[in-house]
């Protein structure tokens, strides 16, 4: 029972280039969700996702984009890398995402290094 | 606009009991979460209130003021298992969370 897998763990980037962060649950969830987290501040909504093929803006979606083509799978990509990204995100799922009583499962989290 | 409010830090002595307190002002208000997180690892899901007055799950106990825009999460019999970052989280009208930024739970012996 795996839960929330994210990958990688750790990753350090340049100024400019672009990357995956994988996200993948096996809990048959409905809802889906990219956080960052930086010091001092709380957690910040990248995108999110009710379902298949649906996906929508958070709170701080520049330079971001996410796609879901499978219930399973959330990936965010990273499109030109700036120090400003520099963070840990985490990934989250819900059985479903219209509900006060939204329980998030987390993944583990992916620490991200811009130089 | 949304804004949720936390001490930044909270000191305890192992055994007793422990207060911290989320203040909050949100333009739609659907309940109040309330998240633990150990050092370098993920939050997880501590209570939630959708309604006003308290919800006890073992040691840790969640109470909700709407009216107020106040919450306080109650930790008895402090083990220091329970040093960690404990997160609110409010609800809004998009069913998204809104996340305060944590309070640091220091436990001495």
């Known amino acids: 029972n795996a839960g929330v897998t994210q990958t990688p763990k750790f990753q350090v980037l340049k100024t400019g280039q672009s990357m995956t962060l994988q996200c993948a649950q096996d809990m048959n969830h409905e809802y889906m969700s990219w956080y960052r987290q930086d010091p001092g501040m709380g957690l910040r909504l990248i995108h999110y996702s009710v379902g298949a093929g649906i996906t929508d803006q958070g709170e701080v979606p520049n330079g971001y984009n996410v796609s879901r083509s499978t219930t399973e799978d959330f990936p965010l990509r990273l499109l030109s890398a700036a120090p400003s990204q520099t963070s840990v995100y985490f990934c989250?799922?819900?059985?479903?995402?219209?509900?006060?009583?939204?329980?998030?499962?987390f993944g583990a989290g992916s620490r991200l290094t811009v130089l | 606009g949304q804004s949720l409010e936390q001490p930044s830090e909270v000191t305890a002595v192992e055994g007793a009991i422990v207060q911290i307190n989320c203040t909050y002002q949100?333009?739609?208000?659907?309940?109040l979460s309330w998240y633990q997180q150990h050092d370098g690892g993920a939050p997880t899901f501590l209570s939630y209130?959708?309604l006003d007055g308290l919800e006890e799950k073992g040691r840790f106990s969640s109470f909700l003021s709407r009216s107020k825009g106040y919450s306080y999460l109650l930790l008895k019999e402090l083990q220091m298992k329970d040093s960690a970052s404990y997160l609110c989280a409010v609800v809004d009208s998009n069913y998204q969370l809104i996340w305060g930024a944590g309070t640091k739970l220091i436990i001495k012996p």
């Open positions: 989250a799922s819900s059985t479903d995402g219209s509900s006060g009583a939204n329980v998030l499962t």
């Open positions: 949100t333009s739609g208000f659907y309940g």
């Open positions: 209130n959708g």
